[in-house]
T-cell receptor
């Protein structure tokens, strides 16, 4: 069966520090991969979307970036965190042929101080 | 651009009462529609989805949703709410044939009173 792992689960970082959140999917190949951010009291904002290695679409500008070094690994990064980067980050995957059925990780809560 | 509106930020119902969570979408054509549920501090789980056909769709945990084209709505319902249904509920859409990334509504937080 397919599983998705996301870490770290909780992170407290000072403003200006770097960020790396990792996500790995097991039990499937060629997944579509996603990073969403959920700010307090708000919905989910799509940050990045990838249909394959080196195929990453960015939905938001600013200081976040994503990489997909392997087929089932998706990394969210920042060189310098801002206060506004605080939130709950969710990684998700979907099979290419199954429209919209996203499978989410447990999330990473980031607090920037 | 497509958008999803969940007009109720927070709803409180008594256990055993019926529930309806509202979702309206704005899109040029009928999108694919979804409802997800999120327990506190957790990821999201798919409840149900609508692509075409029968406008009343059944999902997991006793939930159902009805697609109404004339109202651009896809409201989620449950006849009798259980305390374990307390969670946040998200409506989402994706354009048929478009990129496969969902657009989510802002969510409705459901509280269940004993």
């Amino acid at each position: 069966s397919q599983t998705i792992h996301q870490w770290p689960a909780t992170l407290v970082q000072p403003v200006g520090s770097p960020l790396s959140l990792e996500c790995t999917v097991e039990g499937t190949s060629n997944p579509n991969l996603y990073w969403y951010r959920q700010a307090a009291g708000r919905g989910l904002q799509l940050l990045f979307y990838s249909i394959g290695i080196d195929q990453i679409s960015s939905e938001v500008p600013q200081n976040l970036s994503a990489s997909r070094p392997q087929d089932r690994q998706f990394i969210l990064s920042s060189k310098k965190l801002l206060l506004s980067d605080s939130g709950f980050y969710l990684c998700a995957w979907s099979a290419g042929r199954v429209i919209g059925e996203l499978f989410f990780g447990e999330g990473s809560r980031l607090t920037v101080l | 651009a497509q958008s999803v509106t969940q007009p109720d930020i927070h709803i409180t119902v008594s256990e055993g009462a019926s529930l309806e969570l509202r979702c309206n979408y704005s899109y040029g054509a009928t999108p694919y529609l979804f409802w997800y549920v999120q327990s506190p501090g957790q990821g999201l789980q798919l409840l149900l989805k609508y692509f075409s056909g029968d406008t009343l769709v059944q999902g997991i945990k006793g939930f159902e949703a009805e697609f109404k084209r004339s109202q651009s709505s896809f409201n989620l319902r449950k006849p009798s709410v259980h305390w374990s249904d307390a969670a946040e509920y998200f409506c989402a859409v994706v354009a048929p044939g478009g990129r496969r990334a969902l657009t989510f509504g802002s969510g409705t937080r459901l509280q269940v009173q004993p």
